[in-house]
């Protein structure tokens, strides 16, 4: 008999039923305002009294998060590579998921540089971050998220829209695999939209592509008890199951036929 499917615990959060045993994940509607920056909060719990610590694994997607967390709120730039969370003891956390693009007009810069780093959040939101900290992991809800974002939202940014609806049209589209395609359909030249994604994402549109492919073939590795892999590769655009087996591997650290047996 096939396992049971694991919980939605979000697109790139690797051995999700084994995550479910440990966290709960919740996903929180910002208010219409801030909605134009914000995909949605999140918060994680989790309850490891009389367990070993646990690393949770995730295949990051190409947003900016601001994360509430003890002992300093942070915000964590795109990691490229795999993001690992130690977990231990008993704690929550509340995360600002911005939409790709959106935070480069909080930050007032460009975001390439936060690429792979996590900073203190009171270097783009001043002090005032670290007392809404405490309050916000005093009671983790979206109106107390709010309460924070609403006063302090840019002006919109339209090329940041831009950008996010370039996003969606690669992650909304696992099969779209080469950028000279992507530039072509939007009118743009590569070296153009190499340079958007430099500045609002923080990942080059060739990473973008690529994850978006991983995220699809992690989901169904994690989902498919009869995972045709050889297909699976024609589907996503890769050449042959050799390169989409290189590239799962390289990413998460495990063959993807290893990865579904371990579900």
């Known amino acids: 008999m096939d396992a049971p499917d694991p919980p939605d615990l979000g697109r790139g959060v690797l051995h999700p039923a084994r995550a479910a045993e440990l966290i709960s994940v919740e996903r929180l509607a910002p208010a ?60 929550h956390v509340l995360g600002v998921k911005f939409r790709p693009g959106a935070f480069r007009p909080f930050a007032g810069h460009p975001v390439g540089g936060l690429a792979d780093r996590s900073v203190p959040a009171a270097d783009y939101f001043g002090p005032a971050v670290d007392e809404a900290n405490a309050q916000v992991l005093d009671g983790p809800s979206a109106e107390r998220a709010d309460a924070f974002l609403l006063p302090r939202l840019p002006a919109p940014d339209p090329v940041a829209e831009e950008v996010a609806a370039m996003v969606a049209r690669i992650t909304g589209s696992p099969d779209l695999c080469r950028v000279d395609d992507l530039a072509r359909e939007l009118g743009l030249t590569v070296r153009r939209l190499q340079r958007l994604f430099a500045e609002y994402v923080g990942a080059s549109p060739k990473w973008v592509l690529r994850r978006a492919r991983l995220h699809e073939a992690a989901e169904r590795a994690a989902t498919d008890g009869e995972l045709d892999l050889a297909a699976l590769a024609v589907e996503l655009g890769y050449a042959d199951q050799a390169h989409l087996t290189r590239d799962f591997t390289a990413a998460v650290g495990i063959s993807p036929a290893r990865y579904a047996s371990s579900r």
């Open 32 to 91: 219409p305002a801030v909605a134009r920056f914000v995909e949605y909060y999140w918060t994680v719990r989790w309850d490891l009294a009389g367990h070993p610590p646990y690393e949770q694994k995730v295949l990051a997607h190409p947003n900016v998060h601001l994360v509430f967390e003890a002992p300093q709120a942070r915000v964590y730039g795109v990691d490229r590579s795999l993001f690992v969370r130690r977990l231990e003891n008993t704690g």
